[in-house]
Every structure is written in C-alpha cells, then in structure tokens.
C-alpha cells in the first residue's frame, strides 16, 4: 500500500513517518484529516477503527508523514468512515453523482469504476490512468470538481513534470487531476511511469517513485497511446446546458460523506482484491491490465464488475485497429500470405518490400517503404535476415519461422489472419485457435458463418 516510510528520531524512540501500512495480520494504517485540519492516523483492526496523532506497533511509532501546508490544504483526504451498504449500493451512488455532471450513463459507469480503482491502487498491478478528451464545447469544470471529491487523496494540478512532481507528496500516492492544453514529452514520460510500481524518475539529482493514479483532462485524443502507457482514453460529449460548481459547503459535504464511505469500502475489501473471474485474454495485452485493475476492483459482486467488459471492448477495438495498421503488421500480413503459398522457403527482403508497398498501395497509402526500412521492421520484430542464394538478404522460412510470423500475426491482430478463407489448410493458424471468418459458397461469393 502506500506506505512509503520516513524515519526520525524523537526523544526516545524511532518514530516512523508513513503514508500508511498494511501489517502481516491484516490490520492496516490509513491516513485521515483532524477536524483542525491537520494528518492524524486511522488504525483498523479489521472490525474497528480507531484514530490518534500516532500509534505503536510491533515495537515502532508510527506518525503521520509530513505535508507541506500549501499542498495539504487541497488534498482531498477523508475524516472519518462511513458505513456503505453494499458494493453495488456504493457504486450506483457514485455513478448517479458522476451523471450530474452530463456525461452519459455509460461515460458515468467507466470513471466510477476509476474511482473504485483508485482506492485499491497499491493492491493493483496498474492504477487507473485516464485521458479524458474535452472538445472546445465541452465544460470540464463540473466532472473535474465531482472526480476531485471522489478520489483517493486527489491533488488538481495545473501542469507536470518529472521536475515539478519531486516537490508533491509522492510518499502519499496522490491521485493527480490535470488540465493540459498541449502535450509534451514530458507529459508522456510522466504518464508511462505513473502506471509501473517502483518505477522511477530521475528529477534534479533524485530518485522519484511516480506510481498512482492519473487523470488528464486534454483537447484532442492521444496520437500514439503507447507512449502514454495506454491511458483509458474516454471522449466527453459537448455541454448541452451550463452546470454551475458546486457551493463550497456542498461540496465539502459530498467529500466528507463519499470519502468516508470509500474509505471504508477500502478497510474492509482491500485483502479481497484479486483477479476477476472473467477471461482477460479476450482484451490486447495493454487493455488486460486495465481491465483486471478496474474489474478486481469491485468486490463481491462479480455480476457488476463483468459489467467492465462492454465498457472496454470498443476501445480494445480500436487498439486492435490501430496495431493493425502499423508497419511491423503489414510486414507481418506479406509474410504470413508467402507462408500460405507454394513459393519456395527463401523470402528476400527486396520482394517483401514489393508485396509491403502493393498491400499499402491497395488501402490508398501514399506511403512506400524502402527495403532498409522493411530491414529495421523485421530486426524490431525478432526476425533476422541472412544471406540466401544469389548473394540477397532475406528470410529463410524454415518450420520455426513460419510459427513465429504465425504467432506474431495474432499478437498483432493482422487482418488476414482474423479473415482467412476456409479453403488456405494451415495447421499453424488451425494452432491458433482463432475462428474462420469467411467461407465460400458455391455462388463464389463470400458469407459469415452462422
């Protein structure tokens, strides 16, 4: 969890400073804010919760950590808990509020179960990082405000940088709320680390943990997700009607009762957190780990958490597309149709190129690629060229070859893998397991199978 730990030496004892701890028996420290506004501890046993300026445990003082003031006045942090109901009570609850904000029942359902996420992050293999699309006409105010009462110590930031977070409290694993209009390198960086445990950052001289939840709030969608770390890109449709904020004691009451309530959901489920009992491999391996992250999520009710899967499928979709599209792919498509044919083993790579620039030349690509560049493509790939006969550089597809291109073909969902006549016999896409999309009929057109 996030018990990141800082110590010091009091008068006669060490005292720990922490943003939390998960003990061996199951009993757990989570921080909470006093009614003066400053860090106290919240110890649960596993049926009672009791606070207090610091605890000691197994022979240590544990305290709260540090916070410069500045900072901990935005923090959103929870006083107290608060009794739920059940999961699925919770969940409609936050949905509900969400939808306040104009953004449709199913936009709603996503980001709570973002917010779900959010409060399990530490027990998750990736936390919830969200790149929310908001057009022109598109007012982000409302949803930042409710997103920024609901999340696990939510933190608005107006930019970020690896520079600029070392002076955040990373020990607490806030969950960072930004606005950017233009997007950086930097930015991306910041979110690809955002989303691996111990994976640091290097900002002025120091080691920097940026593991945590993330929400973006940006003005066109992310051209290359992967330099993001797959973001859960979701589009927020135009404002119909001008929502006003929320009163500042409203908005302190849905905090203190919605925190509270989270919190409590985390003290009591977090040692049920584990993979969901639907099959993860039907999602491409970035939308895999989301989907385990936002399903394990939601305890004790395995009807609600399935209900993340239609939610995911057209984004995997388009991740499927766009990896579809790319160069290693259409590569991946010539191979796989010399594989199928009765040319001989040998494969150069000035052939390739021809078949690579007639594939894209078919879908109206002003693109052509040259053969050092088909080169770089089969080296990225794991595919390495030799010399064969006639002195040329090319593949020699012997027996582990072909399955390699095989496998390759399905990772990369190429096309003509997933729409192969039933007449190509191959028993390394039969090894696949992957359904025949098309058959012949005797009219010679081409139907689906029922």
Sequence with gaps: MAGRRKSERGEDQLVVRT?????????????IRNPSGELDLLFWDGKSAKTAGQFVRQGETFAPLHVDPTILRWLQLPSNTREYGSTRKLFTEISDLISRTQVGD??????????????????????????????PLTEVGPLLQVLHLLYRRSL???DISAA??????????????????????????????????????????????AFGARVVFAREPLRDPANAGFPLELVL??????????????AERIAAKYQG?????RLLNWAKVRTPAFDLNQFT??????????????????????QIVPLLQTLDREIRVDRASLLPAIVLEALLARCHSTTGKYFPVADLT???????????????????????????????????????????????VRKKIHDLAAAYGVRTLRELPAKIDCQLCAALGLPRQLEANPAGRTVSPA
């Design 237 to 250: 449709p135009p404002t119909r009607q001008y929502i006003p904020p929320m009163s500042s004691s409203e």
């Design 261 to 265: 309530k989270l919190l409590r959901y």
């Design 354 to 400: 021809g078949d690579v620039n007639t594939i894209l030349r078919g879908r109206g690509e002003m693109l052509e690629v040259s053969p050092e560049e088909i080169g770089w493509t089969l080296r990225a790939l794991g595919l390495h060229t030799d010399f064969i006969p006639r002195g040329r550089k090319g593949l020699e597809l012997l027996n582990d």
């Design 285 to 306: 391996t970035p939308m895999q780990e989301t989907a385990h992250s936002l399903a394990a999520s939601i305890v004790d009710d395995d009807e609600l958490q399935s």
């Design 106 to 135: 199913g936009l709603a359902k996503a980001l709570s179960f973002c917010v779900f996420a959010s409060w399990m992050t530490d027990f998750l293999p990736v936390p919830p990082a969200l790149w929310i699309v908001a057009p």
């Design 19 to 31: 943003g939390g701890k998960v003990f061996p028996e199951g009993s757990i420290l989570d921080l």
């Design 156 to 158: 608005v930031v107006s």
């Design 164 to 209: 600029r977070f070392r002076f955040l409290p990373v020990d607490l694993r806030p969950t960072l709320l930004m606005e950017v209009d233009v997007y950086s390198r930097q930015v991306l960086n910041f979110l690809r680390a955002s989303k691996r445990h111990h994976a640091l950052i290097a900002a002025d001289g120091k080691a920097v943990d």
